[in-house]
Nanobody, 124 residues
Framework: QVQLVESGGGLVQAGDSLRLSCAAS????????MGWFRRAPGKERTFVAA????????YYTDSVKGRFTISRDNAKNTVDLQMNSLKPEDTAVYYC?????????????????WGQGTQVTVSS
């Protein structure tokens, strides 16, 4: 059974940094395109960033470009999201997701596997 487990969330102040990590098990992680999504209170789940299995292509939503960095370690089956210069509007539950078809985009239904999420709260 595929499992994605996020960690690293927490409560921080505006301008601080956090590093989220997603650990994957029971699937061929190295062949999955991995992504991060988030759901802010009262809003729908939205795309944050994605990375191809070979680590040669990344994609970010405009609001996080220059602040967030997605990376992966296929040897460890992990994908991380380094978040710098955090803003209150980054407050959300962050989800790790994966898909085996090489899709590197922002449509949630194109991702087959999902974690349970980790809460990030940024105070002003």
């Amino acid at each position: 059974q595929v499992q994605l487990v996020e960690s690293g969330g927490g409560l921080v102040q505006a301008g601080d940094s956090l590093r989220l990590s997603c650990a994957a098990s029971d699937f061929t992680f190295s062949r999955q395109t991995m992504g991060w999504f988030r759901r802010a209170p009262g809003k729908e789940r939205t795309f944050v960033a994605a990375i191809t299995w070979s680590d040669d292509n990344t994609y970010y939503t405009d609001s996080v470009k220059g602040r967030f960095t997605i990376s992966r370690d296929n040897a460890k089956n992990t994908v991380d999201l380094q978040m710098n210069s955090l803003k209150p509007e980054d407050t959300a539950v962050y989800y790790c997701a994966g898909n085996p078809r090489g899709y590197i985009g922002d449509v949630p239904r194109m991702y087959d596997y999902w974690g349970q999420g980790t809460q990030v709260t940024v105070s002003s």
